[in-house]
């Protein structure tokens, strides 16, 4: 019987990791040399750091990278909806905490979803720690603000028991599927492993709880949108904007809204949907490898 040798170890291994914050343990992927130039990576909604799992390999060999889960998602601590407040604000409080606790204050940041009002919040606070934006499907305008929102307005209006019914659809196995899938060209190559383990997340006991939060605070996003814009003109960050074009949820309108601010931006649309890293991750992962070599 001839055995297969084992594999070699990965020579930019991830490291899976955890660390207390305010209380919290905030669970991170890590991988690159700490000496190179950091990129931040912001996970959306209903996802965590677990959607990076393919493009941070991509980016290890020549950066440090770092994927935290917000509270609430993935392997992070997740008190109950009554025991913490999940906002945005304090979303980005808490990852504040943790950059300064690991010493990271200048990065790239990559969002996605979630990731682009926590990760604005963070750039308008902190100006001066970031090198960069890389946006993909991560939206800073009301032109981007899809069909998708109509049955939350009523929802952020008033919260009620009638107005979160609809909203609540938005938590189940059949909507995450779409998420995933809808505006793909093809379908087939996105893993069922992506929705099952999103899901899973979701289905934890109390979880809806926390997702409900923070889907009703999303209404104070909008109203920030003037403020990240001025940011936008007064700092002129460099930026790459990798988009699906196809996402049921934010836009096409919202990536080009960029320009207005940012008219030195890199637009790339792409003929896929909302989780455009499932279907073209090495493509991105190639456009981001070349715009953050030209960072400063």
Do not use: C
């Not at 991170?28 to 209903?46: D, I, K, S, W």
């Not at 020549?62 to 935290?68: E, Q, R, S, W, Y």
């Not at 032109?143 to 609809?166: I, V």
């Not at 009703?216 to 996003?221: A, K, L």
């Amino acid at each position: 019987m001839t055995v297969s040798p084992l594999p070699l170890p990965a020579e930019h291994p991830v490291f899976h990791r955890t660390v207390t914050v305010r209380g919290l343990e905030i669970f991170y992927r890590e991988a690159g040399a700490p000496t190179r130039p950091t990129v931040l990576l912001l996970h959306g909604f209903p996802t965590s750091s677990h959607m990076f799992r393919n493009l941070i390999p991509g980016l290890a060999a020549d950066f440090h990278v770092i994927a935290p889960d917000y509270p609430g998602f993935g392997q992070s601590s997740a008190p109950g909806a009554d025991e913490f407040a999940y906002t945005f604000d304090h979303l980005t409080d808490v990852l504040e905490s943790f950059l300064v606790q690991l010493g990271v204050t200048r990065f790239a940041l990559f969002m996605q979803d979630y990731g682009a009002p926590v990760g604005f919040r963070l750039a308008t606070r902190h100006p001066d720690w970031v090198r960069g934006l890389i946006v993909q499907n991560a939206n800073a305008y009301v032109d981007g603000l899809g069909a998708a929102f109509e049955p939350l307005k009523p929802f952020w209006a008033q919260r009620t028991p009638e107005t979160e019914l609809p909203v609540r659809t938005l938590l189940t196995p059949a909507s995450t599927r779409f998420l995933f899938l809808q505006g793909a060209r093809r379908p087939e190559v996105i893993s069922p492993d992506t929705w099952v383990h999103a899901q899973a997340g979701l289905d934890r006991p109390g979880n809806d709880r926390i997702q409900l939060a923070l889907l009703h605070d999303f209404r104070n996003n909008p109203p920030r949108y003037a403020e990240w814009h001025a940011y936008f003109r007064r700092h002129q960050p460099p930026t790459l904007i990798a988009w699906g074009r196809h996402d049921p949820v934010f836009a096409e309108a919202g990536a080009r809204a960029f320009l207005r601010d940012l008219p030195a931006a890199a637009l790339h649309l792409f003929e896929t949907g909302h989780f455009a890293l499932e279907e073209d991750g090495a493509a991105i992962a190639d456009l981001a490898r070349a715009f953050l070599r030209r960072l400063p």
